[in-house]
């Protein structure tokens, strides 16, 4: 278990500016009260005023293991090599560089740091705590290590009546991974909350003129938007009904454009003044989204095979549209030209939808309009934004 975040000895570490401090102090009762997504926020906000803070670096580094979204076990392994590289040999980075080698599976670098935190500090590394970690991480080692082998008996003829791989295969994917490993470069930045399960490929483009944002699609049905220096969520829009893979903006006017698995591609453009996506209701979009990134993949397949089906079907592609047509939804402001006709009500019950398999709140719940995002119907521009409504053409 991850130790929590504590001040350093005010020997360790500069003072951090008083911004700076009062977003760590924010940070951290956000810590005491298991509000791990807005710490992880609150410590990126202070990382970009003080980028110099090993202490920040380990404090977020035990809030992305506590998190332990998609990605953050990763994230923390980098945080706590950067708290390293600005403060040698603090205890409590060993430790947590350690837990995360042991999640990541990469058991042999677990105790080689484990074996350097015992001769930096000797009194620190017998504590209950890092002797059980200790042990996990020796028991991992063993695990590994007999899986790798080719000497049990159980295997003569493997699990499934094949014959084993030799030494000579076991040796030859060592060394590609070791060549893979050496050249590799890592990332910069790491975006998360979105989810990505059942289509190939989300997009991801940079948002404004010097790229302060980064936006991509998800199987929610949201479009996700991101502040690029931070990583920071900072805006769900619900811009399909069942998933959204393609983004793209406008190469010279401030405009994105959507799509998904259906046949309506929807523009987005500002409108003015509006306040930015609600906390809570972005946490607990992420959470479902952590939820289902964590399901088996054939079966939230299966899930969405309805969807599909729904969406490709001939009397839904066929109905009021000419071949090959697409039917396109522009953003505008409530209010305007509310006399159009709604081209895509439909008054038959139509199949369930992903949302409806995983019980899973619709993207546009609570919004106005004839019963949802869909193709044509009116939609909330999301939490914040009550003066944005969804069109057909």
């Known amino acids: 278990m991850t130790s929590p975040p ?17 977003l760590k102090e924010r940070a951290l009762e956000h810590y005491k009260t298991e509000s791990w997504a807005s710490a992880v926020m609150l410590y990126s906000e202070a990382l970009q005023a003080a980028s ?59 105790k080689l740091c484990m074996d350097d ?29 007999f899986g790798n082998g080719s ?30 490993r050496s050249e590799a470069s890592d990332y910069i930045a790491h ?25 991509a699609g998800s199987d929610d049905g949201n479009l996700f938007i991101w502040e690029t220096a931070t990583g920071n969520l900072v805006r769900l ?13 406008h190469p010279s006017t401030s405009m994105v454009v959507t799509s998904g698995i259906g046949h309506t591609v929807k523009i987005w453009e500002p409108l003015g003044e509006s306040q930015l996506s609600n906390d809570a209701d972005m946490i607990q979009t992420t959470r479902r989204n952590q939820t289902r990134m964590n399901e088996d993949p054939l079966e939230m397949l299966f899930m969405h095979m ?7 079907s001939s009397h839904e592609l066929g109905r009021g549209r000419g071949r090959g047509s697409v039917g396109l939804s522009i953003f505008r402001r409530s209010g305007e030209n509310e006399g159009e006709d709604d081209e895509d009500d439909d008054d038959e019950p139509g199949p369930q939808h992903a949302f409806e398999f995983l019980r899973i709140p619709r993207p546009d719940a609570g919004g106005g309009g004839s019963g949802g995002t869909g193709e044509g119907g009116a939609a909330a521009g999301g939490p914040g934004v009550p003066d944005v409504q969804c069109r057909t053409c």
């Open 237 to 249: 829009m619900p811009a399909d009904e069942n998933i959204v893979n393609c983004v793209q903006c």
């Open 306 to 312: 309805g969807d599909l089906t729904h969406v490709f």
């Open 6 to 22: 504590s001040p350093p000895s005010p020997s360790s570490s500069p003072p951090l500016p008083s911004h700076v401090e009062s």
């Open 52 to 110: 110099h803070s090993a202490l920040l670096f380990r404090n977020r580094a035990a809030v992305l293991q506590k998190r332990n979204w998609e990605g953050d076990v990763y994230a923390a392994l980098r945080d706590c090599f950067r708290a390293l590289a600005l403060e040698p040999q603090h205890p409590k980075v060993y430790q947590r560089m350690a837990k995360c080698l042991q999640k990541l599976g990469r058991f042999e670098e677990a």
């Open 151 to 180: 000497t049990s008996s159980s295997s003569t003829n493997g699990f499934n009546g094949t014959v084993p791989p030799s030494d000579d295969y076991h040796s030859k994917i060592l060394q590609q991974e070791r060549h893979w």
């Open 191 to 215: 975006y998360a909350g979105h989810c990505n399960t059942t289509t190939d490929i989300k997009e991801a483009v940079f948002l404004g003129q010097s790229g302060d944002f980064v936006a």
């Open 117 to 145: 935190f015992g001769r930096c500090h000797s009194e620190a590394s017998q504590s209950p705590t890092c002797k059980r970690l200790y042990t996990e991480i020796l028991n991992g080692v063993f695990q590994s290590s």
